[in-house]
């Protein structure tokens, strides 16, 4: 079993329409939560961490954690074609981060 | 925000050649990392470190090696570099619990 699983997509969604990705893993003992924007060819760029069950609310980017489930989610608002691109989940374990494989988003116009 | 810095951006070397990708941050961070990302592919972590004098080798397996013997700087080293070398290299930082940041990687293509 892989410590982060992601949804690979591709998931594709109007755009103006709500984004949602999934994440799920595998150490209860998790404390530290993550996503990250990769745009083709780029490095990952943080948009929201989240380290308290409930949802956490930045611009048009919502996370939401639930520990007893040991999710998270990512949810974008007004999906814009600048928003296509692969989501990463991460969740800290000890030293380090683990990463999830990624989901694809395109937003059509 | 970190300031990651790696060079060079691109390489295009052949075979054999003695490589070190290098990565400097400013912000005094304690952890820092070595990624591998193939196009399209997952992130494979493949050297970390706590701290000065402190490495540790990543999940996936990796004929590199890196130092760590000033804060700022992890530099990483291939002895002898081979065409299955050609990759994506990110450098990444972060200080105690906080968010961890990315440098803009280097693409190596190994001829």
């Known amino acids: 079993q892989k410590e982060v699983e992601q949804n690979s997509g591709p998931l594709s969604v109007p755009e103006g329409a709500i984004a949602s990705l999934n994440c799920t893993y595998s150490d209860r003992g998790s404390q530290s939560f993550f996503w990250y924007r990769q745009y083709s060819g780029k490095s990952p760029e943080l948009i929201m961490f989240?380290?308290?069950?409930g949802d956490k609310e930045d611009g048009r980017f919502t996370a939401q954690l639930n520990k007893a489930s040991q999710y998270v989610s990512l949810l974008i608002r007004d999906s814009q074609p600048s928003d296509s691109a692969t989501y990463l989940c991460a969740v800290k374990n000890d030293y380090k981060l683990s990463f999830g494989a990624g989901t694809t988003v395109t937003v059509r116009a | 925000e970190a300031d990651i810095y790696q060079t060079p951006r691109y390489l295009v070397i052949g075979t054999g050649k003695k490589i070190t990708l290098e990565c400097s941050q400013t912000m005094g961070h304690d952890k820092m990392y070595w990624y591998q990302q193939d196009p399209g592919m997952e992130l494979h972590l493949i050297h970390y470190?706590?701290?000065?004098?402190?490495?540790e080798k990543g999940d996936l397996s990796s004929e590199s090696t890196v130092s760590r013997i000033r804060t700022e700087h992890f530099p990483l080293t291939l002895e002898s570099a081979r065409p299955s070398h050609t990759s994506q290299y990110l450098c990444?930082?972060?200080?105690?619990?906080?968010?961890?940041?990315f440098g803009d990687g280097t693409r190596l293509s190994i001829l």
């Open positions: 989240i380290y308290s069950n």
């Open positions: 990444a930082s972060r200080q105690g619990n906080q968010p961890q940041h």
């Open positions: 470190s706590y701290g000065v004098n402190s490495t």
